[in-house]
């Protein structure tokens, strides 16, 4: 959703340990532990167990996930895309009262007002959109890999009004 495979690529950083799953086969389940580094020589053949461990339903729902975010270059949508509603927003709530940070990368959006903002969801709700919100005073958005430029100019319509 960040507009790479993994969030910590952003910080040039490297995890010796790294569990994935729920996005891993598009809902599916499925999960993987995956190590380097240190790490790495921890777990030979046979030393762990999983529920899901070789599910050939999950593992092919795992591959075409991953062809369709390269085929349809999603990393780089998520990008394109997450950058337009950070715009749109900043621009619609340029000098609105309340409003702290608007933030995020790629499709990770959030949006820091100076006050609880709860009461967002269920008027969100009423119009057909679904937003949570995070510390009280952060609306969270995590538009779908697909979300368009076009989506992302409905969003803005609709959200910044609220």
Same mark, same amino acid.
Not at 149 to 153: E, G, W
């Given at each position: 959703?960040t507009g790479k495979?993994?969030?910590w /690529?952003h910080a040039g950083?490297?995890?010796? %340990?790294m569990?994935?799953a729920k !996005?891993?086969?598009?809902? %599916?389940?499925? @999960?993987?532990c995956v190590? #380097?580094g240190?790490?790495?020589? +921890?777990?030979?053949p046979g030393n762990?167990g999983?529920?899901? !461990?070789?599910n050939?339903?999950?593992?092919?729902?795992a +591959?075409?996930?991953f062809? *369709?975010?390269v085929?349809?270059s999603?990393m780089?949508?998520a $990008? *394109?895309?997450g &950058?337009a509603?950070r715009k749109?927003m900043?621009? &619609?709530?340029e000098g609105?009262? =309340? %409003? $702290?940070?608007?933030? =995020?990368?790629?499709?990770?959006?959030g949006i820091e007002?100076d006050?609880?903002? @709860?009461?967002l969801m =269920?008027?969100?709700?009423e /119009?057909? +959109?679904l937003?949570s919100v995070? #510390?009280?005073r952060? $609306?969270?958005? +995590?538009?779908a890999?697909?979300?368009t430029?076009?989506?992302? /100019?409905t969003?803005?319509?609709m959200l910044?009004?609220?």
């Open positions: 959703r495979w993994f969030g /690529q950083t490297r995890p010796d %340990v569990t994935l !996005g891993l086969a598009s809902g %599916v389940p499925i @999960g993987a190590t #380097s240190l790490a790495k020589g +921890l777990f030979g762990h999983s529920t899901f !461990g070789g050939p339903l999950a593992c092919a729902a +591959l075409a996930t062809d *369709t975010i085929d349809d999603l780089d949508n $990008v *394109t895309v &950058a509603i749109g900043a621009e &619609a709530l609105v009262a =309340g %409003v $702290v940070d608007i933030r =995020g990368r790629g499709l990770m959006i007002l006050r609880p903002c @709860g009461v =269920g008027r969100a709700a /119009q057909g +959109l937003i995070t #510390s009280e952060v $609306v969270r958005l +995590l538009p890999l697909t979300f430029t076009a989506d992302a /100019q969003l803005v319509g910044a009004p609220m």
